[in-house]
């Protein structure tokens, strides 16, 4: 069920989103916190190939540890933009309407 190449890979599904957030969020601190806290980058590398062996559990696709790594980065690059859009700090940033 894999993409050929060039070809895009099906979205994310609700339920494939629901378990990457339920799998990052327990390992954010070793993936994204502090560097006293963080994990080195092979040991990061094992945990996104857990994230995503969870994630294609559900069996939509057999998606790459990259793709859910990207998934996650888009997921936090978004609900930062539109909090900051709701609260208006986009232009206090210096970024000015977007």
Do not use: N
Request: charged share 30%; aromatic share 6%.
């Amino acid at each position: 069920m894999a993409c050929a190449s060039g070809e895009r890979a099906p979205a994310f599904t609700a339920q494939e989103l629901e378990k990457l957030v339920d799998g990052v969020l327990p390992q954010y601190t070793l993936l994204y916190g502090p560097p006293d806290q963080q994990v080195s980058a092979h040991q990061k590398k094992d945990i996104w190939r857990a994230i995503t062996k969870d994630v294609r559990t559900l069996g939509v696709i057999q998606r790459r540890s990259t793709h859910c790594r990207k998934r996650w980065e888009d997921i936090c690059r978004w609900s930062k933009k539109t909090a900051e859009a709701q609260l208006g700090m986009a232009s206090q940033r210096g970024r000015g309407a977007r």
